[in-house]
């Protein structure tokens, strides 16, 4: 047997997932993040989606476990692993049916702490990083505002330096964990720098820091044990210490971690999808109508198949834009597809899965019915399919 083949069986032996970019690490990871999954999520996802938040005690175990350190350096207690670890790490969340808890931990440890270790002075690492692998400290990331989503460039969120500190007045909106984390990456405009996206520039900011503020709580169609919140800052001081890397930078920073977001993004949709499909033909194969299994009818075994194949190339799409950005080469045109093609796909897989299961489908009782509304927002947050398919088009 060749190299090739026996990664591609080990992989396949321990996931179902096949592919020659998988090592015994990432299937070890994957392993291990299928077991939490089932013994720690599922059995209490619904209370979760019920109080509207992830339990600070499940995100310290995930913490302890070393899901939020995975791209990070051992000295802050991570385990250097690659991007194709993140993916691993989204697919199975995705996989555990209540968005709104892989989202709450996905944005902590892949888009918004990512933030403070790529631009973050060693002082700012050395002080945050073991503690945000560690799960004690949960991250937030403040860019879209009320007047400002797809066009990052036009957020009006200022920063005016004062001696050794800046102040921050201005509004966010849509902050996943913006209700309780506790640092915040946010992105304002410099007073007096250079316009446009050359003004942007991230800063830390902690909870309690006077003049920053939840003004409000976000009521959501789906990601409901995710929370969500609109922030505010009025004549919010914060130390000149705070800004995360130079004046001017953030604008490149959000578009850089976007990348890592918009994969990660992909490959929990396209976790979410194959369950759908798995928990479909479940349905499929016991429920019966005019004397014989639905299974049994062509047309639908054919759509569902359909979906499959369309399931498989979106992950093995998902599996090669992270390969791509784990050797250096930049996938911006890969990323934007995979972000564009998995959050309109996996919406294409609900609706059908719900279909399928008939009136089952629309009641709240039934996973798909909560999956389906999840999966709506895949297409939006992190950069909105028509958006994606721009980025896509000006590198055609
Ligand atoms: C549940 C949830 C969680 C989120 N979490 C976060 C978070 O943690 N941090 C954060 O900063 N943001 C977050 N967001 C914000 C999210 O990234 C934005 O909602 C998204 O980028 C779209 O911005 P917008 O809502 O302002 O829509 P808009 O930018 O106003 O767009 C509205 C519509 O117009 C379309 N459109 C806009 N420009 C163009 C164009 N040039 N060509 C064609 N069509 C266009 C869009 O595609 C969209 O369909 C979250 C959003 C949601 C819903």
Redesign the pocket.
Known sequence: MSTVSNIVSAATRASNSRSPYFSAEHEMLRAQARRFVESEIKPHGLAWEEQGYVPREVLRRMGALGFFGIRYPAAYGGSEMDALASVVLAEELGRSTFGGVA?TAL?HSE??SIHIFNAGTEAQKDKWMPRVIAGEVIT?????EPD????VKGIRTRARRDGETYVLDGA???????VLADLYCV?AKVEGAAAGSKAVTMFLVEKGTPGFNVSRT?D?H??RS?D?AELHFDGCRISAESRLGEEGHGFYAIMKNFQNERTIIGAMAMGEAQTAIDLTLDYLRTRKAFGAPLWEKQTIRQRLSMLAAKVEAGRQLVYHAAWLASQGIDATKEVSMVKAYCGELVNEVMYDCVQFHGGMGFMRESTIERMSRDAR?QA????????ML?EVAKRL
């Open positions: 989202v944005v888009m918004a937030a990331l403040a860019v879209t400002a989503g797809s066009d966010k909106m849509f902050i996943t964990n913006g992105a976000l959501k789906g990601w995710s969500t927002v939006i947050g992190g950069g909105t399919t028509e958006i721009e």
